[in-house]
């Protein structure tokens, strides 16, 4: 062989092991970042021409595939978008959210455990079809949530989250304000960009999740974690007579910016004691803060951990926003801890799975908001058990807890949540913004039967069309509240 031919045949040799090895490492290496890459029409085109499951509410899908007259085969469609839009999110071109991401295996027919089905339709020749997913959403509940909420006006900001207390089953999740989640799933992939572009922008922040994902401070709705920890600790029962006053100076501090006050309400001279139940009835910020002083930081903060501040504790959606307690409080940070100020933060979800926990005797359930993952053909491949998530505080202080709460409906600032022939258990909250332009924000929370807790439920009100001198967590909160518990009730 002459010199020239030997050195085109190595040539072409180099060539072909450069092409093997080029091929190996995208068949191989770069096999699923290719597949996951959004500007891969292929494998968008493969997604939307196969049937994706439904995501489904009782027996009624509020996700599901139809076909389409386009290239693409199947429209994602949502038949109720505004009311259930932070549940299920979107799937289009651009990405997933909500159930549609977090089960986007199950629903697109990947998930190993479909491997059966995707067998039995490739030997039959049928197209692949994706599995359902089944909430645990109660539709009349989320109806009474979603209307409750909608009617505070058209600018409002807010949610509502209603549980199961002896599951942690999610029976309600509402944020206002909402999004069209089908504008996002149109096969117009320039409208979709465009429309999602203005929602990204919109100050109202109509994309967020504001069950799990907004944290603000709970206001008096804490106090009721306040009264746990100090009669878990052995300091009270629900009989005794607590701290009450007019006004009380935090330690270490002096002057206009340590005091705690009451706002006119009934809560007994200063270093007078008055009844516990009148201290939650009335809602008595100088009780409650010398309360948590009295605990503890330590102890503070261990219950409010074991209710499940300071920790991730749901991944059916994403993502969740941890709520917060101050570990290193000083006395006057924790005596304002105790009415939920401070650094204190939590989301709806939050404050509902406070009220759960003490609904369920102390025993706070993990959440959770898919029931179960299906075969295309109804079967079961997965369904959620309960999971215990903490032992908050003993039964015995829950029931103790109990008790202030009936009484702080039947005979405080609570009662707006009251149902007729039902024991209801609850408790009000308006929390400053510590913003002079933002108006305060409204809590709601309470579990009925009281003797036989079905629901939990926590309002916030984040901003409406209300004067700022009228926001009151049971004025707004507590009908909406009273809605939701009779509709998963009645």
Not at 174 to 194: E, F, I, R, T
Not at 475 to 487: D, Q
């Amino acid at each position: 062989m002459n010199k020239p031919i030997r050195t085109i045949s190595i040539f072409c040799l180099l060539l072909f092991l450069a092409l093997m090895l080029n091929a190996t490492y995208l068949q191989y290496w770069k096999a699923g970042e290719l597949n996951d890459d959004p500007q891969n029409r292929r494998v968008l085109v493969a997604s939307y021409s196969r049937e994706r499951g439904a995501i489904l509410v009782g027996s009624k899908p509020v996700a599901e595939s139809v076909e389409s007259d386009d290239e693409y085969k199947f429209q994602r469609t949502y038949p109720k978008p505004l009311e259930y839009a932070p549940l299920t999110g979107w799937f289009s071109y651009y990405s997933a959210t909500g159930i549609e991401q977090t089960r986007n295996d199950v629903l697109s027919g990947d998930d190993s455990r479909l491997f059966v089905t995707k067998l039995v339709d490739l030997l039959s020749n049928d197209p692949t079809q994706g599995g359902n997913v089944q909430l645990t959403i109660d539709p009349a509940a989320q109806d009474a949530a979603y209307n409750g909420l909608r009617a505070l006006g058209a600018n409002v900001q807010g949610s509502v989250v209603a549980l199961e207390p002896s599951t942690g089953k999610i029976l309600a999740m509402v944020s206002l304000p909402s999004y069209d989640p089908n504008k996002l799933a149109s096969h117009d992939l320039g409208s979709v960009q465009d429309t999602f572009d203005r929602l990204d922008d919109d100050p109202a922040e109509p994309l967020l999740n504001r069950a799990i994902q907004t944290r603000l401070p709970p206001g008096s709705t804490f106090k009721i974690l306040t009264a746990a920890a100090a009669i878990d600790k052995g300091l009270y029962k629900a009989e005794d007579q607590v701290p009450g006053g007019v006004t009380f100076q935090l330690p270490q501090t002096s002057g206009p910016t340590g005091e705690i006050d009451n706002e006119g309400r009934s809560c007994g001279a200063n270093n007078a004691r008055i009844p516990f139940s009148q201290a939650l009835a009335q809602s008595c910020n100088t009780s409650f803060a010398q309360l948590a002083i009295e605990v503890g930081a330590e102890d503070m903060a261990k219950t409010a951990e074991g209710f499940g501040f300071n920790s991730h504790y749901f991944d059916d959606l994403s993502p969740q926003a941890e709520s917060v307690f101050p570990t290193d409080a000083t006395e006057p940070e924790i005596g304002q801890s105790g009415i939920g100020q401070f650094e204190v933060a939590a989301t709806p979800l939050q404050m509902a799975m406070v009220t759960a926990g003490i609904a369920n005797g102390g025993t706070v359930m993990r959440p959770y908001l898919v029931d179960e993952e299906q075969s295309a053909d109804l079967d079961v491949i997965q369904k959620t058990e309960p999971q215990e998530l903490s032992q908050a505080v003993s039964s015995s202080t829950a029931s103790e807890v109990t008790k202030l709460m009936v009484g702080t409906v039947n005979e405080g600032t609570a009662s707006p949540g009251a149902i007729d022939g039902i024991q209801v258990a609850g408790k009000t909250g308006t929390a400053q913004s510590g913003i002079a332009a933002v108006p305060p924000y409204a809590w709601y929370v309470a579990f009925a039967p009281a003797e036989n807790p079905r629901v939990a439920v926590a309002v916030m009100i984040q901003k409406a069309d209300i004067p700022r001198g009228e926001i009151a967590g049971g004025t707004y909160g507590g009908p909406i509240a009273k809605a939701v518990m009779e509709a998963v009730i009645k």
